[in-house]
Every structure is written in C-alpha cells, then in structure tokens.
C-alpha cells in the first residue's frame, strides 16, 4: 500500500453504468491514473453498482420490488453484459475470450487490482436505496457515501469523468 | 436566490442524454454542487434537450420530418425513459414507485429545485435546430447558446462532466 | 496549422462511444475548443475506434474471431448508427437529411475539420487489440498510444470528458 501524500493529483469517476466494457474502461483509467501516484476514486451510482455485488447470493430480507430488481440486475462484475454486441450473452463471451488470448486483466481483475493500488470505491449509498441493495451484498472493504461527498474529492480533482 | 461571486467554484454538465435515470444523475449532482455554493451549468443537447420540454403539446409549425421527430421524442421529463430495464415502459413506473416509498425528488422536482438554486440551465442551439424543437416548446426562463458558451464555462470549471 | 504553445489550455475527450451522435457531440467540442486555440487530443477507445476505421475494405490478416469483429463493426464515421431511434437505419437516415437542410456538419466533415485544426487523434492501442483492428485499418496520420499518453494529456487539461 502507498502513502498517499496530500499533495497526490486527484482523479474521480462516476461509474453510472452497468456495462461489461464500460466499467473495464472505468477502471483500466483509474489503475493506470494510480500507477501515476494519483489518488483516484470510483464513485459507483445506479447501475454501476452491479460492479460491486458479490458474486453469491445474499440473504437480506427485501420487499417485493426490491427483490425483483435484485434479481434483474447482474450479480457481480462478472455477469454484467456489453454497452453493444450483446448478442444475447455471446457478445460477452467472444470478448473475454479474446481478453484471454491477449493477456489481458478481466473486468473482476481491474477490480482487485484497483484495490491493491488504494484505489478508493464507494458506493451511493442514495441509489443503494432505490435499487434496494445492501451492504452485504456488496463487496467488504468499500465505502459508502453520497454525492456531498463525492464533490468534495471532485472539487479538488483535475481529471473528473462520468463514465 | 444566492448571489453569485466571481470566485465561486464552477461546475459544468453536458446533458446529451435522453434518459430519466441519466438525467436524475446530472440534477443531483448539479443540485449537489449549487448547495455547495458553485455555480453550476448544465448544457442541454441532443436527446437531453427533451428533459426541457415542456409537458402539454404546443402549437408550432414545423416541417414533416421536424414533427415526427417531436412526435418520437418524449415530452418532458416525466416521460423519459431507463437507460436499462425499460421493460416497455414498466421500469420507470417501477423505478417512480421506489422513489416515492423512499421520499426521493422525481426528475420535475429535481429540475424545479435546480431552477431555485439558481443552476443555469442552457439549450443547445444548433441541435434545437437539428431535432427541430423550438423555444416556445421548452421551459420558460432558461438560456440558449451554443458550444462556445459551454467552453467558456467548462474553462473555467473544476468539475466538467459529460452524461 | 497553428503552433502550439506550451501554455495553451488543454482539453482531452475519451471516445467510448461508437454512436454517430455521440462522436458528433465530441468533434463539436473539439472543434469549438481547438478554435479557442485549446490543445484538444481526443482519445478513441473500444467502439469510439469505428470512427477512424477507414470506409474501404482493407486487407489484413486476422484470427477468426478479429474477422467476426470487423465485421459487426461500422467501418467508418459514416455508417455509424444512433445512440437512440435507430429504427432499424432509418434514424440516420433523418438526422442525415435534418442535417444537411440546416448546412451542419456530417460526422466525416467535423473530423476533417478536426484534423485541419491540428486537434490530435489518438487511437488506443489496448482496445484495438482487442476488438483486432490494424494500424492499416484506421485513418492515415493518427497517433497510437495507451492510457498512460491519456491520462499525461488528461492531467493537464481543464476540460476532460468521457463520451
């Protein structure tokens, strides 16, 4: 783990969608952005935070929408499907596939890494709500928060995407 | 209403999506960063133009093509739809439900808060033209101007985004 | 061609998107940025690349699954489709037509407008991997690179987007 120093450059993303390849762009920017000794955070909304459910199923008491919603939404990094190409699930497969091939970091790696590297996750705790997602469906380790104080980190970021 | 300083922060959005939960995402955080004293624009253009139109028909002339256009596009906030589980129009009465279960602003109510705290709100001139949508058909008091008014806001913006 | 200072403003888009509406909305901005003498890189990235692929067959060597690729892909700026009313290739066909009554811009034109105005293309070479697009397939005179030249470009600007 680095020091982070608070003089570091800031970089924030809003990760709003719940797009396969977006997502990946989100975090191949933010690990490269704190490979560079930037202090980076993910702020996840809405469909972004599918990114961030554990894989398993969770048992949370819900209400009825919220159940379904949960069950709609992909459960995980890994189930989350493409912005285009989708071809009923064989879009995915086709670009793992070649991610394979090429040696290169799946959307769940970019994940663990970003977390080696300090990279700070939180989830909105707002949309959590809407959605009717709970903290143990999420993954440990992350923060919660909401928009106040994902300003705050903007604020004094110079590279600031909504991805 | 706040008086604006010339040393507040400034805050500037793109606004080029058409969807209830995109735009609900850019009012929040342009809410957000209005609390927080900055002065926030939020630039309209292309489908996000339909977030200003206003919700009762208006009697314009137009060519064909320009009144089909209108015709496809929904009218007003209310009526815009998911960027996912649209569901053929189910999940944004799903997604009105839990707002209100949660006490949640709906997108008008956002807008209209936007207005009081002052956030600029600006039309995109040249793809009013392109989708052939007219002042009398958007809400009344907000700006027009093109994308050299957005640069001369973003210049000067810490935190510009593009949803 | 205009020199370049070293203290011109910086403005940086990341093109995800492969939508002829959104790579419309970047090249406006860039275009307006760089005739405020803004130093613009725009930085294309998975289905963003289909904006530089060049509109003719060009014969390369490829696996099967590249092959299947390029094939789904829009080869060119041109035969890009809408991010919203589609309709089946009919929407473009509209905006194409509402476009040229009002004297805009085509999408190829604003990027050739956007090379004359020195703005710089970058193509990233992670994502062209990927999806097994070749240097040969793309625009002559782009720049290569990945997203460390990104964030370099992006760390010094003032404007930076995610489209």
């Given at each position: 783990?680095k020091?982070?120093?608070?003089?570091?450059?800031?970089?924030?993303?809003?990760?709003?969608?719940?797009?396969?390849?977006?997502?990946?762009?989100?975090?191949?920017?933010?690990?490269?952005?704190?490979?560079?000794?930037?202090?980076?955070?993910?702020?996840?909304?809405?469909?972004?935070?599918?990114?961030?459910r554990?894989?398993?199923?969770?048992?949370?008491?819900?209400?009825?929408?919220?159940?379904?919603?949960?069950?709609?939404?992909?459960?995980?990094?890994?189930r989350?499907?493409?912005?285009?190409?989708?071809?009923?699930?064989?879009g995915?497969?086709?670009?793992?596939?070649?991610?394979?091939?090429?040696?290169?970091?799946?959307l769940?790696?970019?994940?663990?890494?970003?977390?080696?590297?300090?990279?700070k996750?939180?989830?909105?705790?707002?949309?959590?709500?809407?959605?009717g997602?709970?903290?143990?469906?999420?993954?440990?380790?992350?923060?919660?928060?909401?928009?106040?104080?994902?300003?705050?980190?903007?604020?004094?970021?110079?590279?600031?995407?909504?991805?």
């Open positions: 783990m020091p982070l120093s608070t003089t570091a450059e800031k970089t924030t993303i809003v990760l709003f969608s719940g797009d396969y390849d977006k997502a990946m762009a989100a975090f191949i920017i933010a690990n490269g952005a704190a490979a560079y000794e930037h202090e980076v955070t993910i702020f996840f909304t809405f469909w972004g935070l599918n990114a961030l554990k894989d398993e199923q969770v048992p949370v008491r819900k209400g009825f929408l919220e159940k379904m919603f949960a069950k709609m939404m992909p459960r995980g990094a890994d989350m499907g493409l912005s285009r190409m989708q071809f009923g699930g064989l995915p497969k086709m670009i793992k596939h070649v991610m394979k091939k090429h040696n290169a970091l799946t769940p790696q970019l994940i663990e890494l970003a977390r080696e590297q300090n990279v996750l939180v989830a909105c705790t707002m949309t959590m709500d809407l959605l997602l709970q903290q143990e469906e999420l993954l440990d380790g992350i923060e919660y928060a909401g928009v106040a104080a994902y300003l705050g980190d903007a604020a004094d970021g110079k590279v600031n995407l909504f991805i």
